[in-house]
């Protein structure tokens, strides 16, 4: 165990006493896929911020010239980018995905706390503890609050961002009471209570994704689901459903110099695309991509795709800079486009 780290969640360890369970199993299909995760939990780290155990999986080159921090969305863990995480790490991108406080394999917040501003500390906690000094962010749905908090204080140390399935929704007073009741009345009270599978599929394929998912990754849905805390379910609708957060967006993004690419689904009934472009066109220095045939759960229905974007973000910003320092020693400026 490195320096920092601390014993594992007790929903660590029960999921891995499920694995060696499932490993034993008789079907050839669910064998395979434990022996899949088993060698995946080999990255699982913990450490504790501000007080409460986190979990996080480290993967890549540890000499990698880029390292991505992935932060995962509203009632979501870790698991959503398990197949991004291997396509950035065949391209020796050091990946570093962790599970938000009341998320995932992390604990609760010990003093329940789950405000975008803590969870900007946390983030701010857990980079320093790594010794991160420089780095890209992803981070799709709840996970971009959380990184622009935390841009407009340290935004010298990322260099590029990279947001899946956000954007400046319209707010109003009435939907800034309805959301906090209505999003943890289905989630918390109805679909985590489901323990089959293929219902909460059939929700997703209607709701939510616009490309059909493997039973394994319906199962990280359900797992989501089981995992989170209540609290956490109840502070974070309020916090992103609030009319000073909503309304501040456009500003924090017109603040930021950092490179931000804004990636929608055009099958969005969530975060509609053109939210998405509407926030675009606040941003300083952005580029804005939509893709035709995605719904809300992009790192679930397209891996492949959502990893060669934050690759091509990360390798655009590399180019860019690069001709920046090429005309600047020939005393030109060099405009930001949006593409």
């Not at 009341?102 to 900007?120: P, T």
């Not at 323990?195 to 359900?222: F, H, M, Q, S």
């Not at 969530?270 to 509407?278: F, G, I, P, R, S």
Request: hydrophobic residues 40%; glycine residues 6%; proline residues 4%.
């Amino acid at each position: 165990m490195s320096a920092g780290q601390v014993k594992p969640t007790a929903k660590f360890e029960s999921y891995r006493l499920d694995i060696e369970k499932r490993l034993k199993a008789s079907n050839k299909r669910v064998k395979e896929y434990a022996a899949y995760q088993k060698k995946l939990i080999e990255q699982s780290c913990f450490i504790e911020l501000n007080g409460t155990v986190h979990h996080y999986h480290d993967s890549g080159p540890r000499d990698a010239k880029d390292v991505v921090v992935l932060i995962h969305g509203w009632d979501c863990w870790w698991m959503w980018w398990h197949k991004v995480i291997g396509v950035l790490n065949e391209q020796g991108i050091r990946t570093i995905a962790y599970d938000l406080k009341g998320h995932g394999w992390s604990d609760d917040d010990h003093v329940e706390d789950y405000s975008l501003s803590s969870y900007s500390k946390d983030l701010r906690c857990f980079v320093s503890a790594l010794g991160l000094t420089r780095y890209h962010i992803a981070a799709f749905s709840l996970g971009p609050f959380i990184a622009l908090d935390y841009a407009m204080q340290y935004e010298q140390d990322i260099a590029t961002m990279t947001f899946f399935n956000f954007g400046y929704f319209p707010n109003s007073p009435f939907l800034s009471k309805f959301i906090p009741i209505f999003l943890p009345l289905v989630f918390d009270k109805v679909l985590r209570k489901i323990k089959w599978w293929p219902p909460l599929y059939l929700y997703a394929r209607i709701t939510l994704a616009r490309n059909p998912a493997t039973r394994e990754d319906i199962i990280i849905g359900v797992d989501s689901l089981k995992f989170i805390s209540s609290e956490a379910i109840r502070q974070t609708a309020e916090q992103i459903s609030q009319i000073e957060v909503t309304e501040n967006l456009p500003t924090q993004v017109a603040q930021i110099k950092t490179p931000i690419l804004f990636v929608a689904g055009k099958g969005d009934q969530v975060v509609m695309w053109k939210n998405t472009q509407k926030l675009y066109e606040f941003a300083a220095n952005g580029r804005f991509v939509v893709i035709k045939k995605c719904g809300h759960l992009i790192t679930i229905e397209l891996p492949q795709r959502t990893a060669e974007l934050i690759a091509e973000n990360i390798l655009f910003n590399a180019q860019s800079q690069a001709s920046s320092n090429n005309e600047s020693s020939h005393g030109e400026r060099n405009p930001v486009a949006k593409l």
